[in-house]
């Protein structure tokens, strides 16, 4: 413990209480969390059994089919991947990262590594852009820095200017239900700059994956100005009740 309060490296901003057990956050490799909140959390690996269009969480075993949970029968992407579920060490992680925009050495390895099991094609990357004003409140778009890692790890470049919201929508809590969500997000995005976008296969970016309802207002967008593919990648998947 003293080392530790010694340590000259992390005595500035360490020791933290990680956000989910308070026990004490040894390294700060690992962010808000600690390494045993870290262990417990789900972070997927393929062999789990997802919804084939929208990636929701349906069971701890792959399927020998592919299978459909029916809510994304509509969504116009083409498939949502996350690289976890939304809870315990990721959803702390992901909720700290609308406070301030730093990424810890743990979560880029998880972005890494989703990004390396799914090893999605695409022209380019772009966040799901956040409504100005509250851009301009928060400094930053979170989903704008995983886009960020997205492009760099990829070596596609990121597109943060073509895609952008009309209105200004109310927050989107992961408690607020899916009707109310999704009446605040249709119609809410547009293409500014369709020459750029079109012909091109997009990698749609954000933190979490909820209903999948806004990701899909981005891709019909994105497809109206000539996009040929949108896949979606995400930090996390909500958990859904069915
Ligand atoms: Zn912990
Ligand atoms: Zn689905």
Redesign the pocket.
């Known amino acids: 413990m003293l080392s530790r309060l010694l340590d000259p490296l992390t005595s500035l901003v360490y020791p933290q209480e990680c956000r989910v057990c308070h026990e004490i956050v040894d390294s700060r490799d690992d962010g808000v969390a600690c390494a045993s909140c870290w262990n417990d959390t789900r972070l997927l690996s393929g062999n789990e059994m997802l ?6 969480y349906l069971g701890e075993k792959a399927a020998p089919i592919s299978v ?6 509509d ?1 116009v992407y083409e498939k ?1 991947i996350a690289c976890g579920i939304y809870e315990k060490a990721l959803a702390a992680s992901i909720l700290a990262l609308k406070e301030s925009p730093r990424i810890s050495r743990r979560l880029t390895t998880v972005v890494e590594g989703g990004l390396a099991r799914i090893h999605p094609n695409a022209d380019l990357v772009i966040p799901i852009p956040l409504a100005k004003r509250r851009q301009i409140e928060r400094g930053f778009n979170q989903a704008e820095l995983i886009a960020q890692l997205a492009s760099k790890f990829m070596q596609i470049p990121m597109d943060v200017g073509s895609l952008a919201r009309k209105v200004h929508t109310p927050l989107h809590r992961i408690g607020m239900d899916q009707k109310a969500r999704e009446l605040s997000v249709k119609n809410a995005f547009e293409v500014v700059r369709p020459k750029l976008i079109n012909g091109k296969s997009v990698l749609l970016v954000d933190d979490v994956l909820t209903s ?1 309802s806004t990701a899909s207002y981005c891709a019909k967008a994105l497809k109206k100005s000539g996009a040929t593919s949108v896949k979606v990648f995400t930090l996390a998947r909500a958990v859904m009740r069915y």
């Open positions: 919804c084939t269009r929208c990636g929701a459909h949970c029916r809510k994304c029968d969504h949502a999948g």
